[in-house]
């Protein structure tokens, strides 16, 4: 097996606050970084705790010892490097993993991606590091990972749903999660023409399971559709959420250069102003082209601009 350059694991609140104690008393040194618990490093070791989850991303020099002489004994209370189709053989075993991105974000699309793994695409991507879209820093990262997915041969699907499609359907449908339903159900369908063979799709779980169900077209109703929370831990859900932001962040920089506007990530006050320059020099029609106009921060722009 390739050396280890990053690992993840889903935390209990215990075992985060535990872990971070743990830190402390190894003299790591803390900062801040945008999503996270805690951020600490040592010795070229990084390891960030973030709130969604939690989860605990680790990296850099002396991985592998650490996770097998501190995290696995003293934290999560197993050994688990290199153990990984013991602890869970599912992520070894013949299925679709879908995800998506942009759907917290004003600009931009809502990208919907999927991939397909067995046992060996699967262990190919988990020796290339592929892990969790949201545990890696860079676009670059980004774009290096997708490249590594699309050479690995592992059958996948996109979809990317622009913003004057999404309000339509958003308008249409009223319910983003019923929206997020039909996207998913569209990119099982297509895996599923893909490799009819497959028996199983995973997914991050709905705020309601029933609303997938029902979004399924013929193929889709016919394979097992396992949904649960922090499924980005599998290997096949992480490949899928790195080739959707890729499709994001793709997105944002084309179209953004094409106004010569940086259309920022989020819905921060950086993301407000440039709403606010959008519609200043293309007028707001434009707004509705680049952004997600459902959102509380697209009604606020013609009160700031009267305001300024």
Same mark, same amino acid.
């Given at each position: 097996?390739?050396?280890?350059?990053?690992?993840?694991?889903?935390?209990?609140?215990?075992?985060?606050?535990?872990?971070?104690?743990?830190?402390?008393?190894?003299?790591?040194?803390?900062?801040?970084?945008?999503?996270?618990?805690?951020?600490?490093?040592?010795?070229k070791?990084?390891?960030?705790?973030?709130?969604?989850?939690? &989860?605990?991303? #680790?990296?850099?020099? *002396?991985?592998?010892?650490?996770?097998?002489?501190?995290?696995?004994?003293?934290? #999560?209370?197993?050994?688990?490097? *290199?153990?990984?189709?013991?602890?869970?053989?599912?992520?070894?075993?013949?299925?679709?993993?879908?995800?998506?991105?942009?759907?917290?974000? #004003?600009?931009?699309?809502?990208?919907?991606?999927?991939?397909?793994?067995?046992g060996?695409?699967?262990?190919?991507?988990?020796?290339? *590091?592929?892990?969790?879209?949201?545990?890696?820093?860079?676009?670059?990262?980004?774009?290096?990972?997708?490249? /590594?997915?699309?050479?690995?041969?592992?059958?996948?699907?996109?979809?990317?749903?622009g913003?004057?499609?999404?309000?339509?359907?958003?308008?249409?449908?009223?319910?983003?999660?019923r929206?997020?339903?039909?996207?998913?159900?569209?990119?099982?369908?297509?895996?599923?023409?893909?490799?009819?063979?497959?028996?199983r799709?995973?997914?991050?779980?709905?705020?309601?399971?029933?609303?997938?169900?029902?979004?399924?077209?013929?193929?889709?109703?016919?394979?097992?559709l396992?949904?649960?929370?922090?499924?980005?831990?599998?290997?096949? /859900?992480?490949?899928?959420?790195?080739?959707?932001?890729?499709?994001?962040?793709?997105?944002?920089?084309?179209?953004?250069?094409?106004?010569?506007?940086?259309?920022? &990530?989020?819905?921060?006050?950086? /993301?407000?102003?440039?709403?606010?320059?959008? /519609?200043?020099?293309?007028?707001p029609?434009?707004?509705?082209?680049?952004?997600?106009?459902?959102?509380?921060?697209?009604?606020?722009?013609?009160?700031?601009?009267?305001?300024?």
């Amino acid at each position: 097996m390739p050396s280890l350059h990053s690992q993840t694991y889903p935390l209990t609140s215990e075992q985060a606050e535990k872990l971070r104690a743990l830190l402390r008393e190894r003299g790591f040194t803390f900062q801040e970084k945008p999503y996270t618990l805690y951020a600490a490093t040592k010795e070229k070791l990084n390891i960030a705790v973030y709130e969604k989850g939690p &989860k605990a991303l #680790l990296q850099g020099r *002396g991985l592998e010892d650490f996770i097998t002489f501190v995290m696995e004994p003293e934290i #999560l209370g197993e050994a688990r490097l *290199g153990y990984e189709e013991v602890h869970d053989p599912e992520q070894f075993a013949p299925h679709f993993g879908i995800d998506e991105s942009g759907k917290g974000d #004003l600009f931009g699309p809502l990208v919907v991606a999927g991939v397909y793994v067995d046992g060996d695409l699967a262990r190919q991507l988990r020796d290339a *590091g592929i892990r969790d879209s949201k545990g890696i820093g860079t676009d670059k990262k980004i774009r290096e990972l997708a490249q /590594v997915i699309r050479d690995s041969g592992a059958p996948s699907e996109i979809i990317v749903i622009g913003p004057e499609k999404y309000n339509q359907l958003y308008t249409k449908i009223g319910n983003l999660n019923r929206l997020l339903a039909w996207g998913h159900a569209r990119i099982i369908e297509n895996l599923c023409i893909r490799v009819p063979s497959c028996p199983r799709a995973l997914s991050d779980k709905f705020a309601d399971a029933r609303v997938l169900q029902k979004a399924l077209l013929e193929n889709g109703r016919k394979i097992q559709l396992d949904q649960r929370t922090k499924a980005e831990s599998d290997y096949a /859900v992480a490949a899928a959420s790195i080739l959707a932001r890729e499709g994001f962040i793709d997105w944002l920089d084309k179209n953004g250069s094409e106004l010569g506007i940086t259309l920022a &990530k989020g819905v921060s006050a950086k /993301v407000k102003s440039a709403a606010v320059e959008v /519609v200043r020099m293309f007028g707001p029609g434009m707004l509705a082209k680049v952004a997600k106009m459902h959102f509380k921060t697209a009604s606020e722009i013609p009160s700031t601009i009267k305001e300024s």
